[in-house]
């Protein structure tokens, strides 16, 4: 086998950490901050949305969206991401990271505000317009997932590749808690300035009608960040990787990192051979594709469809939680104000806690333990937590043991983001060649997202009491939040199981472990 690898790309590889390096963090980053703060931030108003537009005078409880709508404020922009990762991912190859970078980043900046903005003001019109342009939010944060990865991985140096990449999908715990901050400070002003009576005192006067306003914001602010970030992005030369592996030109890959590292890079001689050799042309259905890459490819869809439906899933019955440990008071107690600023406490702490510390730990160690380890471990803790809750889950649901409660679910967390959450979006990025890259990484990505479609409205069904008179408003009977916990638990057993189909990354080339170096004799 001759082992080869262009002079630009070495010199990307043994680069020290420098400026670019954090540069491209934050350029990368903000996109998933605001795909982060977009898919989240919705969770935090869809009791106000309730509220606001579902009300019913007549009733002992606060309006609340029926079932079908909630599934499809939430499911839209799931929808959309999946479709944006298959999508984009494989226009990134085609095209390059950059130029589909930018249209990723305009359509999240314009589908943002636009979905603050809505047709009328009776609930169908509110809800369709919301629903249509999260839809196509989620096309464009579905893009980001491969570009961002892809475009950080071919920039990083071999040591510290991972950190890298982990640190920008880091990003996504910083837009969480972006989210809770905003919904926080918007809605202790409007309760400063419009206050109003609990649901309990007085039915009309609890939802003042300024509250409107307070979604709208919350919704919109998603895209100020993004948009803070487009000149920068647009500023950043195509990745050396792609200009030469797959658009063969290496005199500008070349003059390109010259400029980013800042040192004079020699042109090699037969540079051009290496990268026209005919037999590293192969394609994404070839039969070499599946000889070379077909079980790592198994492997990151696989866990990475199994992780989601796990992680999903358990944002679920976060409202529960926080109900039944006193965190948040029952509606009727609170007016609408009031409940936004509570919900939004809740998982600010939560996210506090246990969701962002989980990605730095994964930032500080993905370099010294691996890939592997951490995605390993990570689902073996989350096994174990899951039975650990579910199976003396009676036992939890007492009053006494809350804070053990909130322990082991905070737990669970933790080591899903310190664990296969990172994993599953840092390896794709890095096993595959060059100009399958991005697609790959999409496809890996799509099926992390069918994952959590199944884990966000199968267990929406599947948590519902067995008993037809305590499930909620408009659901069948389901198999109760115990057996549901149970089935969790066996996923993330399975998860870790199909873990040892993906490749460790750690301390190598990119061309090295996708083989682009390598030509058989």
């Known amino acids: 086998m001759a082992e080869q690898q262009l002079g630009v790309l070495k010199a990307l590889d043994v680069a020290k950490t ?3 390096h954090f540069t491209a963090i934050v350029i990368a980053g903000m996109g998933f901050f605001t795909d982060a703060y977009d898919l989240f931030c919705v969770s935090l108003v869809t009791k106000l949305l309730g509220r606001l537009y579902y009300f019913n005078p007549l009733s002992e409880k606060p309006g609340s969206l029926p079932p079908h709508v909630a ?5 839209v922009a799931l929808c959309g991401t999946l479709a944006g990762q298959v999508f984009f991912g494989w226009l990134g190859d085609k095209l390059g990271r950059k130029k589909v970078y930018g249209i990723t980043l305009i359509m999240m900046i314009l589908c943002s505000v636009a979905s603050g903005l809505s047709f009328g003001n009776k609930a169908k019109g509110v809800m369709t317009t919301l629903c249509f342009f999260r839809f196509w939010l989620g096309f464009g944060i579905g893009g980001d997932y491969p570009l961002s990865a892809t475009i950080m991985s071919e920039y990083a140096n071999k040591k510290t590749r991972g950190a890298f990449i982990a640190a920008v999908f880091a990003m996504q715990g910083i837009g969480i808690l972006a989210g809770g901050f905003v919904a926080l400070a918007v809605s202790s002003i409007f309760d400063k300035k419009f206050p109003a009576p609990t649901y309990a005192v007085n039915r009309a006067l609890s939802t003042p009608p300024q509250a409107d306003y307070i979604w709208r914001i919350i919704v919109m602010f998603g895209a100020l960040p993004a948009a803070l970030t487009y000149y920068w992005r647009m500023k950043m030369p195509e990745t050396a990787r792609y200009t030469a592996l797959v658009a063969k030109n290496i005199k500008q890959a070349t003059q390109d990192m010259s400029r980013v590292l800042q040192v004079e890079l020699e042109m090699e001689e037969r540079a051009e051979d290496i990268v026209k050799d005919p037999r590293l042309n192969y394609g994404l259905f070839s039969k070499e ?3 070379r890459h077909g079980l790592p490819l198994l492997g990151c869809t ?16 976060q409202k529960d939680i926080f109900s039944a440990i006193g965190w948040i008071p029952k509606a009727s107690t609170m007016n609408a104000v009031h409940e936004v ?3 939004a406490r809740a998982q600010t702490l939560i996210a506090l806690c246990s969701t962002v510390p989980g990605y730095w730990f994964t930032v500080a160690f993905i370099d010294i333990i691996g890939r592997f380890a951490i995605q390993l471990m990570g689902f073996f803790m989350m096994t174990v937590f899951m039975f650990a809750i579910a199976f003396p889950y009676d036992h939890w649901i007492k009053p006494d043991n809350r804070i053990g409660f ?3 679910y905070s737990l669970t967390f933790f080591f899903a983001n310190f664990g296969p959450n990172a994993t599953t979006f840092i390896v794709p990025a890095e096993i595959f ?4 890259r991005s697609t790959c990484h999409g496809i890996s990505a799509a099926t992390g997202k069918a994952g959590a479609i199944v884990g966000a409205f199968g267990f929406l069904y599947a948590a519902q009491p067995q008993d037809k008179t305590k499930t909620d408003a408009g659901y069948p009977p389901g198999i109760g939040v115990k057996n549901s916990l149970i089935m969790l638990g066996v996923i993330n057993f399975v998860g870790m199981l199909f873990t040892f189909l993906v490749p460790e990354p750690k301390g190598k080339s990119l061309e090295e472990l996708s083989g682009e170096t390598e030509v058989e004799k």
């Open 18 to 20: 420098q400026l670019y």
């Open 71 to 75: 599934a499809a404020v939430n499911g």
């Open 289 to 291: 594709f599946l000889r």
């Open 302 to 317: 696989s866990t990475w469809f199994l992780l989601d439906i796990a992680f999903y899933s358990q944002n679920l019955f």
């Open 341 to 343: 600023f509570k919900i």
């Open 406 to 408: 909130v322990v082991m």
């Open 433 to 436: 060649p060059a100009r399958l």
